[in-house]
């Protein structure tokens, strides 16, 4: 079980940036694959990003260039930082992990936390 604590969410307008982060409570982090996944009201949760313990990313095409996800192992900790924000950034964003000794699939998840772009 790998508890999650996210931070950094808030009200920006169009065009701003915000970033996120996210530590993680495990001694393993090391094998621990992190991502952010946001659902927006009436709509399916999305993988915005995602993260090896090896530093290589993945995103979704509605975010590239735009979002950059990053992790420090020695502080347990990944973060999105996200700029030129739009409107339809608008979501509860969630912290997510998995062990890739047991899985492929997110199965540890954060509270999330709300990011509005609104002018």
């Known amino acids: 079980q790998v508890q999650l604590v996210e931070s950094g969410g808030g009200l920006v307008q169009p065009g701003g940036s915000l970033r996120l982060s996210c530590t993680a409570s495990?001694?393993?982090?090391?094998?621990?694959?992190m991502g952010w996944v946001r659902q927006a009201p009436g709509e399916e949760r999305e993988v915005v990003a995602t993260v090896t313990p090896g530093s290589s990313t993945v995103y979704a095409d509605s975010v590239k260039g735009r979002f950059t996800i990053s992790r420090d192992n020695g502080k347990n900790t990944v973060y999105l930082q996200m700029n030129n924000l739009e409107p339809d950034d608008t979501a509860i964003y969630y912290c997510?992990?998995?062990?890739?000794?047991?899985?492929?699939?997110?199965?540890?998840w954060g509270q999330g936390t709300q990011v509005t772009v609104s002018s």
């Open positions: 997510a992990a998995y062990d890739m000794r047991a899985t492929r699939h997110f199965d540890q």
């Open positions: 495990t001694r393993f982090f090391a094998y621990i694959v």
